[in-house]
């Protein structure tokens, strides 16, 4: 069984509105993602919320998710996932794919690719890359599920990664997306000049 761990617990002080409620193709962040998890077949999908979690509440019916909630979010994303691992580590879960909330317009196709790498190889890494480039999501298996626990907060998740490169399998992808993250208004802004307007909000006012 596969899984997904969202991280949207971060404060989104440079974007000033909560990244997981921002609209892309008429649909939020949050919800876009879930959908393509489910599209991609990954189960029992956990999203890790912070301080603003009763925006996200208020707004999104969430039935069926598992709800984490990091009380302290800038101690880094590797906390956020450290407590929706400790969810799953009595759960028959062999993989998490642990996606930041802030790249919604990552493509099926391209988590299904990663999908697809971890049934044929059982790697206990497989990220994406994109023009030579490495990126997010990240699939990391059951094997460093404890490495990742025990890792430094402050280290972050690519410290397991750059640990043994040789467990380290990277899927080619034709998806920018992978290395983008739209966590500015500059950044939304232009994410929706490249999608079609109509199905998207207007982005939030810059702070002054």
Not at 128 to 149: A, D, I, N, T, W
Request: net charge negative; aromatic share 4%; hydrophobic share 45%.
């Amino acid at each position: 069984m596969l899984s997904a761990i969202i991280l949207a617990a971060g404060a989104s002080e440079r974007m000033g509105y909560p990244k997981a409620l921002l609209r892309y193709r008429g649909e939020t962040f949050l919800e876009t993602i879930l959908e393509a998890c489910q599209a991609a077949g990954l189960v029992r999908p956990m999203i890790v919320l912070g301080p603003d979690d009763r925006k996200v509440l208020a707004e999104l019916d969430l039935g069926g998710v598992t709800l984490v909630r990091n009380p302290d979010p800038a101690t880094g994303p590797l906390t956020s996932l450290k407590l929706a691992l400790a969810t799953v580590l009595n759960h028959p879960v062999e993989a998490v794919l642990v996606w930041h909330v802030d790249r919604p317009h990552v493509s099926v196709a391209t988590i299904q690719a990663l999908v697809g790498e971890f049934d044929r190889s059982k790697a206990a890494v497989v990220l994406p890359e994109y023009c030579g480039h490495r990126g997010h999501p990240v699939l990391f298996g059951r094997s460093v599920f404890g490495e990742l626990m025990s890792t430094p907060s402050a280290d972050g998740a690519r410290a397991v990664v750059r640990a043994d490169p040789s467990r380290v399998v990277t899927v080619s992808v034709a998806d920018a997306a992978v290395i983008e993250d739209v966590d500015t208004p500059e950044a939304y802004r232009e994410l929706l000049r490249r999608a079609d307007r109509s199905d998207a909000s207007p982005p939030p006012p810059e702070s002054q």
